[in-house]
């Protein structure tokens, strides 16, 4: 067994992935969720070759400044915008992450909101927790609105998106999407998916999934504006990222009727969820949790340790981490060797 490397796990795993690691390198694993500082960052990156760390983990510039040791880094999650890329690949540090094994989890989630949101089940649960159902309701009482049948518009039309899309056909529903370029027409039939310009994909979407990245140029990708152009009957779900939605706005929207629901996964600044969503009935909120299955979160947690152990040689993929974010990165990685 070699020992010449350590690592550092920022948050609790699952034991039999720590084993693994274990089985080539040395393993400091944290026993408790906890978000770290800077400073705690620096410091415990300073001390390791490679790290598995958290997308609560900003991994910037700052952070690595003056770091000659660290090798690699796996990021346990699809989404990289916690990792300063361009700083990491300078300081020829492999960064990695956890595409596609999310990929089918996460497109359930998003129905299971779509379907919660605009069927009214977790303010029909309340209500009947709260003791209130003892019969006598009226025949137009906790009217929702049907999906099966209704538009579907994708905002984001990656992996993630296209798994939603497939789904769709069950309910019979049309989809149109809207990326900054379009799919090979062999992808969009196999999806069933239309390509359309943003303002008409929400003018014409009954329900609209957000599943595109985050970053400068997604930021409030739906606004006051784009919330304007929306159907009143219309629902919105965002499974991306917090950013993308301008969430004071949603809020807004949501409370006058400009739209008729939201199913909301992530946030701005969460763990902090705006207060004005918290207080309205017609928005279902979830704590970040569409990957959240015990095989997926498995798969995850197994494609991070692979990324890790590969990126500093180890494993039957050494040198060749299954999901490199940035290969640049490798000539000044080699120096470290």
């Known amino acids: 067994m070699s020992t010449q490397h350590n690592v550092w796990v920022s948050r609790p795993l699952f034991p039999e992935v720590l084993d693994q690691l274990a089985q080539y390198v040395e393993v400091q694993a944290e026993t408790s969720e906890r978000k770290h500082s800077a400073v705690e960052l620096r410091e415990k990156l300073a001390s390791v070759d490679g790290a ?175 919330l304007a152009l929306m159907k009143p009957t219309a629902v919105l779900v965002n499974i991306a990222r917090g950013g993308i939605v301008d969430d004071a706005a949603l809020a807004v929207a949501l409370r006058e009727g400009r739209i008729a629901a939201a199913g909301l996964d992530v946030f701005e600044g969460e763990p902090v969820v705006h207060p004005a969503l918290r207080e309205l009935d017609n928005a279902v909120l979830s704590p970040h949790i569409a990957s959240a299955s015990a095989d997926t979160r498995r798969a995850m947690a197994q494609l991070a340790a692979d990324n890790l152990l590969a990126a500093l040689g180890h494993g039957p993929n050494a040198g060749y981490p299954p999901s490199l974010l940035n290969p640049d990165a490798r000539k000044g990685h080699e120096t470290k060797a």
């Open 52 to 226: 598995i760390i958290s997308l609560s983990d900003r991994i910037d510039g700052e952070v690595i400044a003056g770091n000659r040791r660290l090798r690699a880094i796996a990021n346990l999650a699809v989404g990289y915008n916690n990792l300063d890329v361009p700083a990491l690949t300078a300081a020829g540090i492999l960064a990695t992450n956890t595409p596609d094994v999310l990929n089918e989890t996460t497109a359930d989630y998003a129905w299971a909101l779509l379907l919660a949101a605009a069927r009214r089940v977790s303010s029909a649960e309340r209500w009947l927790r709260a003791g209130h159902w003892r019969g006598g309701m009226r025949f137009d009482d906790w009217l929702g609105l049907d999906v099966h049948g209704k538009t579907l518009g994708i905002l984001g039309m990656g992996r993630i998106g296209q798994a939603i899309a497939r789904r769709a056909y069950g309910f019979g529903m049309p989809v149109l999407y809207h990326n900054r370029s379009r799919l090979p027409i062999d992808t969009e039939r196999e999806c069933r998916a239309a390509w359309v310009e943003k303002t008409e994909l929400l003018k014409r979407a009954d329900h609209l999934m957000l599943v595109l990245p985050y970053n400068a140029q997604s930021h409030h990708a739906i606004g006051a504006s784009e």
